[in-house]
């Protein structure tokens, strides 16, 4: 069996420096706000290329706390559109409408898969106050041109790197790209915790401390309220291990990499088709994502020969239950990706036995 994603193994790679870091915060009898935190959150930051770091609970909260920083600080009102891919996990665009505002989808290009940057102009109204790009499945959303675009209209560019950790654009990081950025350090990202945990990174002194007191109760100082916050705070445990597994980022990503360069050369069949190979600095593959016209036979086919997949993602936000006035609309390329997608297994800990047992498999798939 060719496991999807084995996080016990993973784990077990650095388990005892796990171990250790999570022994140093027993120790210390401090488990929220305290050493570990701030370490990570230094770390990070200088990783990304920001000069802020604020650690939260979980990747939602990071994208909330984000948009909600900006409402604070009255530069985006209830009912402000932010533009943002159709093609997302939910969780992007449920920051934007709990926070009051309008998400505008646009479409991805079906051969980048990231949102089709030329019809960005297109979707600007006076209302649209920002534009959150999602590098989904590791692979950039940026390029120079969308810069260009949210200077122009004096838009805040926004990141949701919650699959992205360690891809670049021109050597700088994503999170470091726009005005502000998400993460999620949920347990199966390229950098996962051993719970939900996120983070916001902005080189923006003001919104990073906006951000520091809204995830602490809207506090500033104990007891004293000075938003309506939440309470969203990464546990000392959490930042302590994603503080070592931040070492291994990289090494782990080049194995991704690697593994991505294999299955590149290898897998040919007239069945599948396989998504525009980008030069590694711009793609951590935190997915393998391949398309099929007949993608649920496929995913059928792969189990019985042992091999692990999942899609990304059955449903695309637009026709979910929870936002039923959209559900009448028509996306296209955003429905084809959803229609198609099938995930392989894509990890560091993948043998070469493995990877070839998965190739086998997807080359003898015939039509059904
Ligand atoms: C693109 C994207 N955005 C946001 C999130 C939300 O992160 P979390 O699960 O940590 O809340 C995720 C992951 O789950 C994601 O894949």
């Known amino acids: 069996m060719v496991k999807f994603y084995d996080l016990q193994t993973i784990t077990a790679m650095h388990a005892d420096e796990y171990k250790e870091a999570v022994a140093r915060v027993i120790d210390s009898g401090w488990f929220l706000q305290g050493h570990a935190n701030l370490q990570f959150e230094t770390h990070y930051a200088k990783y990304i290329g920001t ?3 604020i650690a939260v609970a979980n990747g939602l909260d990071a994208l909330y706390l984000l948009l909600c920083g900006y409402k604070e600080m009255g530069l985006i009102q209830d009912g402000d559109e932010i533009i943002v891919p159709a093609n997302t996990y939910i969780a992007t665009i449920l920051a934007i409408t709990r926070n009051h505002l309008v998400p505008v989808l646009v479409e991805p290009t079906w051969e980048h898969l990231e949102i089709d940057i030329d019809k960005i102009e297109a979707a600007i109204t006076p209302k649209t106050k920002g534009v959150m790009i999602v590098h989904l499945y590791g692979r950039i959303a940026y390029n120079d041109k969308l810069g260009e675009i949210c200077k122009k209209y004096g838009l805040k560019l926004l990141e949701d790197c919650a ?3 360690g891809c670049a654009w021109k050597g700088i990081k994503t999170g470091a790209l726009g005005d502000a950025a998400a993460h999620s350090f949920y347990p199966g990202k390229n950098l996962g915790a051993f719970g939900d945990a996120g ?3 902005t080189n923006d002194a003001e919104l990073a401390s906006v951000i520091r007191a809204l995830a602490n109760y809207g506090s500033e100082k104990k007891y004293v309220f000075k938003y309506v916050g939440i309470n969203s705070r990464m546990t000392e445990t959490d930042a302590g291990v994603l503080d070592v597994k931040l070492k291994y980022l990289d090494e782990d990503n080049r194995k991704r990499q690697e593994l991505a360069a294999y299955y590149y ?7 599948i088709t396989l998504p525009k190979r980008l030069d590694d600095e ?3 593959y935190h997915q393998f994502p391949i398309f099929c016209e007949h993608r649920d036979e496929l995913q059928e086919y792969l189990k019985e020969h042992g091999i692990e997949t999942l899609i990304h993602y059955p449903i695309p936000p637009h026709q979910q239950e929870c936002y039923k006035e959209w559900n009448h609309r028509s996306f296209p390329i955003t429905e084809k990706i959803h229609a198609q997608e099938l995930s392989i297994p894509m990890n560091q800990v993948i043998s070469s036995e493995e990877a070839q047992a998965a190739i086998t498999a997807l080359n003898s798939f015939k039509r059904p």
């Open 163 to 165: 699959q992205s950790h």
């Open 282 to 284: 711009n793609n951590v």
């Open 199 to 201: 983070a916001v990174t």
């Open 265 to 271: 050369t290898h897998i040919q069949n007239p069945l």
């Open 51 to 53: 000069q802020h770091c």
